[in-house]
């Protein structure tokens, strides 16, 4: 046996019946859930229940956080759209053309964050609108969590309906 066959059958490469990958999948979307724009839900809740320092932490934080996200669409959007659509295109086609599994699991992990980085830079361009207070940007994350949800709920179902015909058709064992 040599290196490659031992690293293989260490780590499984069949993404769909691998334990790690559904973890990873939930890890990933109840952390994309918590962070919206960048801010940790709980801030928006502490401010909205204690006010003082709490609102203004959070008024700082969104500021910074939208004006980087907006910076960044600014200077590189261009680019980033480019080597995203790339990136992707190059994992649709291994996975669902040539039938690499691995390609189809990393691309219905990674394709559904493109929907919510653009939910993400909807919202910091809507809060760059107007001036900030605490009734509208906790109206605005909010918001921007449940569209993120959502996205999530959704893209946990297809992977997992996915997932669900790769087992049946190739069979657990391999």
Partial sequence: MDL???????????????????IGLAVLWSTASHWSMGVPFDLVQRARR????????LLDIVRINRNRLLY????SGLALLG?????????????FVYGVEFAQAVFLLMFPLVLVTLINI???????????????VAKTLTRCRIYTQ????????????????????IGVLG
């Fill in 50 to 57: 204690i006010g003082g320092q709490s609102e203004q932490d």
């Fill in 150 to 169: 959502i996205v999530g709920m959704i893209s946990i179902l297809i992977t997992s309906l996915w997932g669900m015909y790769q087992n049946f058709s």
């Fill in 83 to 95: 080597l995203s659509c790339f990136f992707f295109t190059g994992l649709a086609m291994l996975g």
């Fill in 4 to 22: 490659f066959s031992s690293i293989f059958e260490i780590i499984d490469m069949r993404s769909f019946s691998n334990l790690w990958y559904w």
């Fill in 122 to 136: 909807s919202a910091a361009r809507k809060l760059s609108r107007v001036e900030p207070e605490l009734a509208f």
């Fill in 72 to 75: 960044i669409v600014e200077v």
